[in-house]
Structure formats: C-alpha cells, structure tokens
C-alpha cells in the first residue's frame, strides 16, 4: 500500500489544477484530503505554458517555487487549455512551435516572453522540474474533452504535450482519452462542470465536485499510485 502522508506536493497549471468554479478546491485539496500529502500550489486560473501578455505564466510558476525553495516529493502539472483558446477568434494565443531536437540550452530563467511558444516553454519548464527537483516525480495531466475549445486545436495541443513528456520520460495521466469526460456533450457538461458563469448550465471546462471525484482522480491516483516512491 502507498503511504503518501506526509509528502510534499507540488501543483503547478491552470484553472483545472486550481479548483476555479469549485470554491478553489482542486486536484491538490482532492489528493492532500486523501493521501495526507503536503500542499504546495501554484496554479493559477488563466495560466498558459507560453506568455500572453495580461494572463498568468507557467514559467514563472516554476520560476517562483525554485525560488521558494520548495522541495517536493511530488509533482502534478498541466497546460495547454489556454494556450489553445483563440481569444481573437482567429488564431491560438500561443503557437504550437516545435519539439527541440535535444536535451541542451534549456534555462527556465532565461525563457523569453517575446516569440514564445508552447513548445519551447513546455520543455523548458520539464527540464527545469528535473534539473531543480531531481528528487520528485512529475506527473503531466492532460484535460478532459472541453467543449469550450476548438476540437481539432485541443487535439493536437493535448498529442505534443504527449509527446514531449514521453521525450522527457515524464508520466501523463491522460484525462481525455481515459478519464470518460467529454464536455461537448450536454449530459456530461452539466453534471461534471460548474455553473461558473451564471449560465444556467455546465461551463464545459471547471470540474465541479463529481468532475473532479468521478473522471479526473482516478485517473491521477492511478498514475501517482505507478509513480509512488
């Protein structure tokens, strides 16, 4: 049996991470009240892998918990939903970019906010989980299907998000294609996501209580339980 009591948790990310429409109980406070690990969060709702100028940065998440000095056992992660999102209309707020051919020149302190990309920052902030946390094991968790989001534009996000953590050896737990919860249908929207906007329905995107218990912990306690050291 995994004793996780006592263990530090790291959770880094977006509003999913965070617990926004959910009274700020997230996949942490799920976790913590159940395994008895230490929190340490640094999501936040809104947050992108790469910079949107007036949004939230996961670099500087990252940044901010080396700075800190926080030393966890444990670390859960995502990103993407809003690098995806086109707030134009037009395009994604973020490019996709590429997949670096390497291991090298990688420095999360010296990521530039102009030009960046998903890509680019997703590796960034792998390597920088590895080279400052060489004593935790981080786990990537990759949303549900969003109705809010362009099918195809999540898609293909959520597959380099994939594919970069298996390049890196980092663990997904894979919400999309194993945790059952597709928003873009009705049923499933309004009895796993939150009201949270006064809409009278499922936002599509915030897990509500169900969201979190029923579709994403299982999914997550299984990966962490693999991972468990």
Known sequence: M???SGKIL????DSIMYGSGNGGKGVGEYL?????FILKKYCVGGARVGYYEGKNWLVEQVCSAILDGISPDYIIFDGFTNDCNMTDGKSCDVPLGEISPGFEKFDIFSVKKENSTFSYCFESIIHALKKYFREAAP???RPH?????DAKMQLIYGERAVEICKKWGVAVADIYKDGGLDTFVSE???KYTNDTYGWGMGDCTHPNAAGYIEKYLPVIEAALIKSWR
């Open 145 to 149: 299907k969003m109705g809010r989001r």
């Open 188 to 190: 499933q929207r309004d």
């Open 10 to 13: 790291l959770v880094l990310g």
């Open 139 to 141: 786990l990537f968790v």
């Open 32 to 36: 913590g009240e159940r395994f008895g």
């Open 2 to 4: 995994c004793n996780f």
